[in-house]
């Protein structure tokens, strides 16, 4: 266990639909991150929160956004969602150590779009 | 530019060592080189990190060249249980560590 909780493991869905991805960082940890990796592909950046702060965007669509609460979870969502949304979700949250910023990720949720 | 250039695959007898190459040639002085590995589908895993110095912990070791353009993450003894996708990683402009790149597969044979 990571410390990062990511809800729920697996979704399916149909297209045209919103879904809401929930994370939990680990305890201390200000900084969320999300990303999304489609079959065989690597990791790609969406978005990463910072103390309920926007802090960067990656290549995220206007269909999804995403929010920090005050109580440092995250939330992604995804709306009119499309076959090629399919995909992991994966949410990081950072630990600041001896100047390095190292992530640590949750197990992931599962989205399937039929 | 946050690039890394790893190679795609690499194959490991268990038991050897396994020697991860990467290369961040324009890496500035200040940025730390991060290793991740993924095994299956599953969540990244943090493996090590460096700036200037070679780095040891349980997991791995990891040397940087002198001029910290390329490092090598070392597995000293590799078991099929090492079979995952490694990453290496440099912050990009901002500081912040956002780009995965291809990595390396390395498979572990027994």
């Known amino acids: 266990d990571s410390g990062v909780t990511q809800t729920p493991k697996h979704l399916i869905t149909a297209t045209g639909q919103r879904v809401t991805l929930r994370c939990s960082p680990r305890?201390?940890?200000?900084?969320v991150y999300w990303y999304q990796q489609s079959l065989d592909q690597g990791l790609q950046f969406l978005i990463q929160?910072?103390?309920?702060?926007?802090?960067a965007k990656g290549n995220i669509l206007e269909r999804f956004s995403a929010q920090q609460f005050p109580d440092l979870h995250s939330e992604l969502n995804l709306s009119s969602l499309e076959l090629g949304d399919s995909a992991l979700y994966f949410c990081?949250?950072?630990?600041?150590?001896?100047?390095?910023?190292?992530?640590?990720f949750g197990a992931g949720s599962r989205l399937t779009v039929l | 530019d946050a690039k890394t250039t790893q190679p795609p695959s690499m194959d490991c007898a268990e038991g050897r060592a396994a020697n991860l190459p990467c290369n961040h040639s324009t890496i500035s002085g200040n940025e730390y080189v991060y290793w991740y590995r993924q095994i299956h589908s599953q969540g990244p895993q943090y493996i090590i990190h460096?700036?200037?110095n070679n780095e040891t912990n349980e997991m791995a070791s990891l040397i940087i060249t002198e001029d910290r353009k390329s490092s090598t993450l070392i597995l000293p003894h590799a078991t099929l249980r090492d079979t995952a996708v490694y990453y290496c990683i440099r912050p990009n402009n901002a500081g912040n560590m956002l780009t995965f790149g291809g990595g390396t597969r390395l498979m572990v044979k027994p």
């Open positions: 460096g700036l200037k």
């Open positions: 929160y910072y103390n309920g702060e926007e802090r």
């Open positions: 990081a949250s950072s630990l600041q150590v001896s100047g390095a910023n190292v992530l640590t």
């Open positions: 305890s201390g940890d200000l900084s």
